[in-house]
């Protein structure tokens, strides 16, 4: 087994369409989702900040960069996880989301994790 360093956490996203808060005669499409962080590398690692780009189906784009997530910055040991989940609105009934989350490993390296495209897409838009 190495003994190198491996800085690395693979994010998960699951979505759903929250009809009740939608109002789709106003063009108001409330998704929840839900993320699930996982380290995959050998070193502990802190979720400092995050970085979203979400983008509609009109290319409209809108960036989101803040703090932690949910109000928390979690320190995840090597194949630990932390789940959360949150919400965005957009006005069109399709679009899509991705971005990073800056982290600092316990050694003081910084390194991103990934948060894949993931769609918002209202149910019975695509077939």
């Known amino acids: 087994m190495s003994s190198a360093k491996h ?17 789709i005669e106003h063009n108001r499409y409330a998704f929840a989702y839900h ?5 995959t590398g050998n070193v502990a ?15 409209e784009q809108q960036e989101i960069k803040g ?8 320190l ?13 609105v957009i006005n069109t009934p399709m679009g899509k989301m991705h971005g990073t989350y800056q982290m600092v490993a316990e050694d003081g390296v910084q390194f991103d994790a ?3 495209i993931f769609l918002l897409v209202m149910p019975r838009v695509l077939h």
């Not at 800085?7 to 109002?23: G, N």
């Open 114 to 116: 990934v948060i894949p």
């Open 45 to 59: 690692a802190q979720l400092i900040s995050r970085h979203w780009i979400v983008t509609e189906a009109n290319g």
């Open 7 to 23: 800085y690395e956490c693979t994010v998960k996203v699951e979505v759903t369409f929250i009809a009740e808060q939608s109002d």
């Open 67 to 74: 703090l932690g997530v949910v109000g928390a910055q979690p």
């Open 76 to 88: 995840l040991k090597p194949s630990g996880h932390f789940e959360y989940t949150s919400g965005t």
């Open 35 to 39: 993320v699930t962080i996982t380290n």
